[in-house]
């Protein structure tokens, strides 16, 4: 851009005589050329603290009767130093306040974290083993004043952290869930479930964890790569058809752990189905197949040849078609444990296919939601309980009791226990294990511990997913329809993420809401214990919250039940321990953010953050408000992606190949991050490593550079210079269009959270028009035009208002940078952030100009095509040696040449423009047509101080080495400092 901005225009006359540099006119500036942003930022940052810039900004724009703008912070998790995605999403959240700011908004943003949860609950509990203490060792109340503490000291350093990326906000008020108030609301949000009968008491299977020993909701799981064991297993038929009277009827499963609490086996009736009987076997094995000739075995005639291909069937036959309705089993382990001796039926389910596997479906209902559906769905309402909290086999499960199905303690907790060998043991041992293998597949996983789930039936509390209310915020709707309507109404950034969450809610089960850990919010509720259904009682659920408020979420577990029950039995009710599921909490923030707080508004205009928060926090904020006040707690959501490195792969530290962003700004500043920030595609997955950070940075330089030669050509500017309109030459006219241009497309921008058009439309601007253009044209004019020059006074004028419009629309994105030139310029002037987008008059819209410098522009990259032609021959050297012809046969190229000198278009000393096609011999471009360059050497004598060759260099006696124009200037420089020359040089 304008990186030779202070390379001088001029230097001493050859051969000796006077030095002019003193009469030129260069840039001068303090703003240095080297940023030195790592110790320039936290000036800058300590400035704005001293002057409480965020709440200095909302006081100014609500005394000037400001719209409000309110951004509700997505909560991050306080547990650790910051990473580079938490760089980014702040950063683009500070691009929306800052931003909002400019186009005159008050704008409300208060930073907030969520607290409670698992990973700092094993943060504690590390703590605690490293000092030889247990968990059940220590009482509630000091594990979870530990894991406050542990909170609090995250939130400070979280904190820190984000201020030093320059983002601003009421840092003075950040909220926490673990805050007195926050749990207070959250619980108050609660209860407002509980008295609309949205929440209920099932059991069913859920997604367990057995190594943090709770629940998880769908938006806690994740799912990796694992590799199952794999069983095909026989389950013998007892009462069926003729033909399968003496057959089985084979199931495939990955879990072989659940079949000692196998129900039932389920078929689809649209799925044909056939009995097959084993005639050989393959011959040379290493090991004897458990199938053998004649056993007959039930199949999905499209399975058969896959099933019998893994049991190292050689031959068989169809026997018959058979139809399973009505088919009853044996379970595969009655003959080893009565406690088996029960009949599985043969349930019709659409879950079934015949994609994979043998066309049947082994159905334990306590352990999966499809084989829970079915059996519920054909009367059944008994659901086993096989596998305890810790992941093992309870005492009751014949053959199997205290077994591992997963391991929770020491160095192989996570994997998966003894529990699969075992049951296929003993599938051999009764002779009903027909194959086995092992499968590569997607399993899900713990987000947070990254550790194997497990479906596992408990009890646990719910919402209502599908039960229609008539209460004002439901109208007879139910909470999916509700929350699917307020999707509807919601703007989104970029529109691809409503189908997105639209998907999730569509398909999602009843909320999952309860925990069964220590530190969290509480389900803060007694159940009847004769009806089983949760007391509905203003004054009791008034006194709850009430105590929460004043002494926190503890007071529900150390006071006893009378102090909230008041004149209520405490016998007869159940106190409810459980803890809510952190996304209940996170998404109930906009009741006490928002709601109940001076100069902010519900709902907010926008929630912001990754585009994983579709399945999390947007979704819980959506559930929660929707079920509440029947609509969603947000206008808008913006997404953005994730960070990867260079190679667009995961960050992971085992890799080596995170990015620190305090790293980052210990060596070249916060700025550089966030104009990272500023020119990646936010809604896509961004990659970030030193690669990318070195071309943010030289885009730094090239941005910083051209501020830099503003503010040196603009030194000692005074708005008298400026002149008319109708008076400026068409140069600035095209210039001060493209600011009007700029201005309409910046604010739209803006307005959709388009930051990286921004960044594009600026740098190419700085880059196009400014730096190789405007300022290389004028160059010589700023510097050697006489200050009362009218050429000059324009350029000057037009790079002031380029100055006020560049400083605020790059200030939200570069508000370090932009502040430090600010502050140059106008010491006195206030922060650049308090500033407004600076109105840019209609006027200023020059369509024909913009037309004309298209064709000067095309006709110039033919000149400058044949000056790099002779440089490369060397047969010239600067440009300033060339007079280049320039043959034009289009008339309106060369009328765009009208009022233009062509020699200081081209940054020539000559040049001529002729009508007419040119010499064959003369350099032309394929892609400017008509247009022919013969570039001929100037002629004359050179400037000594402007360089320029000239033939009317030595005419003006008083100095005899000078143009013409520069010899009047240094005349009045002279005048003007006292000196008096002669022809003869000093008198």
């Given at each position: 851009?304008?990186?030779d901005?202070?390379?001088?225009?001029?230097?001493?006359?050859?051969?000796?005589?006077?030095?002019?540099?003193?009469?030129v006119?260069?840039?001068?500036?303090?703003?240095?050329?080297?940023?030195?942003?790592?110790?320039?930022?936290?000036?800058?940052?300590?400035?704005?603290?001293?002057?409480d810039?965020?709440?200095?900004?909302?006081?100014?724009?609500?005394?000037?009767?400001a719209p409000?703008?309110?951004?509700?912070?997505g909560?991050?998790?306080?547990?650790g130093?910051?990473?580079?995605?938490?760089?980014?999403?702040?950063?683009?959240?500070?691009?929306?306040?800052?931003?909002?700011?400019?186009?005159?908004?008050?704008?409300?943003?208060?930073?907030?974290?969520?607290?409670?949860?698992?990973?700092i609950?094993?943060?504690?509990?590390?703590?605690l083993?490293?000092?030889?203490?247990?968990?059940d060792?220590?009482?509630?109340?000091?594990?979870?004043a530990?894991?406050?503490?542990?909170?609090?000291?995250w939130?400070?350093?979280?904190?820190?952290?984000?201020?030093?990326?320059?983002?601003?906000?009421?840092?003075?008020?950040?909220?926490?869930t673990?805050?007195?108030?926050?749990?207070?609301?959250?619980?108050?949000?609660?209860?407002?479930f509980?008295?609309s009968?949205?929440?209920?008491?099932?059991?069913?299977p859920?997604?367990?964890?057995?190594?943090?020993?709770?629940?998880?909701?769908?938006?806690?799981?994740?799912?990796?790569?694992?590799?199952?064991?794999?069983?095909?297993?026989?389950?013998?038929?007892?009462?069926?058809?003729?033909?399968?009277?003496?057959?089985?009827?084979?199931?495939w499963?990955?879990t072989?752990?659940?079949?000692?609490?196998?129900?039932?086996?389920?078929?689809?009736?649209?799925?044909?189905?056939?009995?097959?009987?084993?005639?050989?076997?393959?011959?040379?094995?290493?090991?004897?197949?458990?199938?053998?000739?004649?056993d007959r075995l039930?199949l999905?005639?499209?399975?058969?040849?896959?099933?019998?291909?893994?049991?190292?069937?050689a031959?068989?036959?169809k026997?018959?078609?058979?139809?399973?309705?009505?088919?009853?089993?044996?379970?595969?382990?009655?003959?080893?444990d009565?406690?088996?001796?029960?009949?599985?039926?043969?349930?019709?389910?659409?879950?079934?296919?015949?994609?994979?596997?043998?066309?049947?479906?082994?159905?334990?209902?306590?352990?999966?939601a499809?084989d829970?559906?079915?059996?519920?769905?054909?009367g059944?309402?008994?659901?086993?309980?096989?596998?305890?909290?810790?992941?093992?086999?309870?005492?009751?499960?014949?053959?199997?009791?205290?077994?591992?199905?997963?391991?929770?303690?020491?160095?192989?907790?996570?994997?998966?226990?003894?529990?699969?060998?075992?049951?296929?043991?003993?599938?051999?041992?009764?002779?009903?294990l027909?194959?086995?293998?092992?499968?590569?597949?997607?399993?899900?996983?713990?987000?947070?511990?990254?550790?194997p789930?497990i479906?596992?039936?408990?009890?646990?509390?719910?919402?209502?997913m599908?039960?229609?209310l008539?209460?004002?915020?439901?109208?007879?709707?139910t909470?999916?329809?509700?929350?699917?309507e307020?999707i509807?109404?919601?703007?989104?950034?970029?529109?691809?993420?409503r189908?997105?969450?639209?998907?999730m809610?569509e398909?999602?089960?009843d909320?999952?809401?309860?925990?069964?850990r220590?530190?969290?919010?509480?389900?803060?509720?007694?159940?009847?214990?004769?009806?089983?259904?949760?007391?509905?009682?203003?004054?009791?659920?008034?006194?709850?919250?009430?105590?929460?408020?004043t002494?926190g979420?503890?007071?529900?577990?150390?006071?006893p039940a009378?102090d909230?029950?008041?004149?209520l039995d405490?016998?007869r009710?159940?106190?409810?321990?459980?803890?809510?599921?952190?996304?209940?909490?996170?998404?109930?923030?906009?009741?006490?953010?928002?709601e109940?707080r001076?100069?902010?508004?519900?709902?907010?205009d926008?929630?912001?953050?990754g585009s994983?928060?579709?399945?999390?926090?947007?979704?819980?904020?959506?559930?929660?408000?929707?079920g509440?006040?029947?609509?969603a707690?947000y206008d808008?959501?913006?997404t953005?992606?994730?960070?990867?490195?260079?190679?667009?792969?995961?960050?992971?530290k085992?890799?080596g190949?995170?990015?620190?962003?305090?790293?980052v700004?210990?060596?070249?500043?916060?700025?550089?991050i966030?104009?990272?920030?500023?020119?990646?595609?936010?809604?896509?997955?961004?990659?970030?490593?030193?690669?990318v950070?070195?071309t943010?940075?030289?885009?730094?330089?090239?941005?910083?550079?051209?501020?830099?030669?503003?503010?040196g050509?603009?030194?000692?500017?005074?708005?008298?210079?400026a002149?008319?309109?109708?008076?400026?030459?068409?140069l600035?006219?095209?210039?001060l269009?493209?600011?009007?241009?700029?201005?309409?497309?910046?604010?739209?921008c803006?307005q959709?959270y388009?930051?990286?058009?921004?960044?594009?439309s600026?740098?190419?601007?700085?880059q196009n028009?400014?730096?190789?253009?405007?300022?290389?044209?004028?160059?010589?004019?700023?510097?050697?035009?006489?200050?009362?020059?009218?050429?000059?006074?324009?350029?000057?004028?037009?790079?002031?208002?380029?100055?006020?419009?560049?400083?605020?629309?790059?200030g939200p994105?570069?508000?370090?940078t932009m502040e430090?030139?600010?502050?140059?310029?106008?010491?006195?002037g206030?922060?650049?952030?308090?500033?407004?987008?600076?109105?840019?008059?209609?006027?200023?819209?020059?369509?024909?100009?913009?037309?004309r410098?298209g064709?000067?522009?095309a006709?110039?990259?033919?000149?400058?095509?044949?000056?790099?032609?002779?440089?490369?021959?060397?047969?010239?050297?600067?440009?300033?040696?060339?007079?280049?012809?320039?043959?034009?046969?289009?008339a309106g190229?060369?009328?765009?040449?009208?009022?233009?000198?062509?020699?200081?278009?081209?940054?020539?000393?000559?040049?001529?423009l002729?009508?007419?096609?040119?010499?064959?011999?003369?350099?032309?471009?394929?892609?400017?047509?008509g247009?022919?360059?013969?570039?001929l050497?100037?002629?004359?004598?050179?400037?000594?101080?402007?360089?320029?060759?000239?033939?009317?260099?030595?005419?003006?006696?008083?100095?005899?080495?000078?143009?013409?124009?520069?010899?009047?200037?240094?005349?009045?420089?002279?005048?003007?400092?006292?000196?008096?020359?002669?022809?003869?040089?000093?008198?």
């Open positions: 851009m304008a990186d901005a202070d390379k001088p225009a001029v230097h001493a006359r050859e051969g000796g005589g006077r030095d002019y540099r003193e009469t006119s260069l840039p001068d500036t303090p703003f240095p050329m080297r940023a030195g942003l790592p110790q320039k930022e936290p000036q800058i940052l300590e400035a704005w603290a001293k002057a810039l965020y709440n200095t900004m909302r006081k100014a724009r609500q005394h000037a009767g409000l703008f309110v951004l509700h912070d909560p991050p998790y306080a547990n130093a910051i990473h580079i995605g938490h760089a980014l999403q702040k950063t683009l959240k500070d691009f929306v306040v800052r931003s909002r700011f400019l186009l005159g908004f008050d704008v409300d943003y208060v930073p907030g974290w969520d607290c409670h949860g698992l990973p609950e094993w943060k504690v509990e590390e703590e083993r490293a000092k030889g203490r247990r968990k060792e220590v009482s509630r109340a000091e594990f979870r530990r894991c406050r503490e542990y909170a609090a000291h939130i400070d350093v979280q904190m820190q952290g984000f201020k030093r990326l320059g983002v601003i906000g009421d840092w003075e008020h950040r909220y926490s673990m805050d007195y108030g926050s749990e207070a609301a959250i619980v108050a949000e609660f209860h407002k509980v008295m009968d949205q929440l209920y008491r099932g059991s069913k859920v997604m367990w964890s057995p190594v943090e020993r709770t629940a998880l909701a769908d938006a806690e799981v994740e799912y990796h790569d694992h590799v199952s064991p794999t069983v095909w297993v026989k389950f013998p038929v007892v009462e069926g058809s003729d033909a399968a009277r003496n057959a089985s009827v084979v199931i499963t990955t072989p752990w659940t079949i000692p609490a196998n129900r039932a086996v389920s078929y689809n009736p649209d799925i044909a189905y056939a009995v097959y009987q084993v005639e050989a076997m393959e011959q040379g094995l290493e090991f004897e197949p458990w199938a053998k000739a004649g039930v999905a005639e499209k399975l058969a040849p896959e099933v019998m291909a893994a049991a190292k069937v031959g068989f036959k026997v018959e078609a058979v139809d399973c309705e009505g088919m009853v089993l044996e379970h595969p382990l009655a003959a080893l009565s406690g088996y001796g029960f009949q599985v039926p043969m349930l019709a389910g659409d879950h079934v296919t015949d994609d994979a596997g043998t066309g049947f479906v082994h159905t334990a209902p306590g352990h999966g499809d829970y559906a079915v059996w519920l769905a054909h059944h309402r008994d659901i086993p309980e096989t596998v305890d909290p810790d992941g093992a086999y309870y005492p009751t499960v014949p053959l199997f009791a205290g077994l591992k199905v997963l391991e929770t303690e020491g160095k192989h907790a996570g994997r998966f226990g003894p529990a699969n060998a075992a049951v296929m043991d003993k599938l051999i041992e009764a002779g009903h027909l194959a086995r293998g092992r499968l590569a597949h997607s399993y899900p996983h713990s987000w947070r511990s990254k550790a789930v479906f596992r039936n408990t009890p646990q509390w719910f919402i209502r599908d039960e229609p008539e209460d004002a915020a439901h109208a007879g709707r909470l999916r329809e509700t929350a699917l307020a509807e109404a919601t703007a989104f950034y970029p529109e691809p993420g189908n997105r969450i639209r998907a809610v398909s999602r089960p909320w999952l809401i309860s925990r069964q220590a530190w969290g919010s509480p389900l803060a509720m007694f159940v009847d214990r004769e009806s089983g259904y949760p007391l509905h009682d203003a004054d009791v659920n008034g006194r709850i919250v009430e105590l929460i408020r002494e979420a503890d007071a529900w577990f150390t006071r009378s909230f029950l008041g004149r405490p016998e009710y159940e106190k409810i321990e459980d803890i809510l599921d952190v996304w209940f909490d996170s998404g109930s923030t906009h009741a006490f953010v928002l109940g001076p100069n902010t508004h519900w709902p907010a926008l929630y912001l953050e994983d928060q579709h399945r999390g926090w947007f979704q819980s904020s959506l559930l929660e408000s929707a509440t006040r029947g609509r707690p808008a959501i913006l953005h992606g994730f960070t990867m490195d260079e190679n667009g792969e995961k960050m992971s085992s890799k190949n995170t990015v620190d962003p305090e790293q700004i210990r060596e070249s500043g916060a700025q550089i966030r104009l990272w920030a500023a020119m990646i595609d936010y809604s896509d997955d961004s990659r970030i490593g030193k690669t950070l070195q943010t940075s030289d885009a730094y330089r090239k941005l910083r550079n051209t501020v830099r030669y503003l503010l050509a603009l030194a000692d500017y005074s708005p008298d210079e002149v008319e309109l109708a008076e400026t030459p068409p600035e006219r095209f210039i269009h493209r600011l009007r241009e700029l201005d309409q497309f910046v604010r739209a803006y959709a388009e930051f990286q058009l921004v960044t594009k600026l740098i190419e601007f700085c028009e400014l730096s190789s253009l405007f300022f290389d044209i004028r160059r010589d004019a700023l510097y050697c035009d006489q200050p009362s020059s009218l050429r000059r006074r324009a350029a000057r004028m037009v790079m002031s208002e380029v100055f006020e419009r560049l400083t605020a629309w790059l994105l570069m508000p370090f430090e030139a600010w502050m140059t310029r106008f010491p006195e206030g922060s650049n952030s308090m500033r407004v987008i600076p109105e840019t008059p209609e006027a200023w819209l020059n369509v024909d100009e913009a037309v410098w064709d000067v522009q006709v110039t990259s033919v000149v400058t095509g044949a000056l790099e032609v002779e440089r490369r021959e060397k047969r010239l050297g600067a440009a300033l040696e060339a007079a280049p012809r320039v043959y034009i046969a289009d190229l060369m009328a765009a040449f009208d009022g233009l000198d062509a020699a200081e278009v081209f940054r020539t000393s000559q040049a001529t002729v009508a007419g096609d040119g010499p064959a011999i003369a350099f032309r471009l394929p892609e400017v047509p247009v022919a360059v013969e570039p050497r100037a002629e004359g004598r050179k400037c000594a101080r402007s360089w320029r060759i000239l033939p009317e260099v030595g005419s003006d006696p008083r100095y005899p080495d000078l143009s013409l124009r520069d010899a009047d200037a240094v005349a009045a420089w002279d005048a003007t400092h006292g000196k008096a020359r002669t022809s003869a040089g000093i008198a």
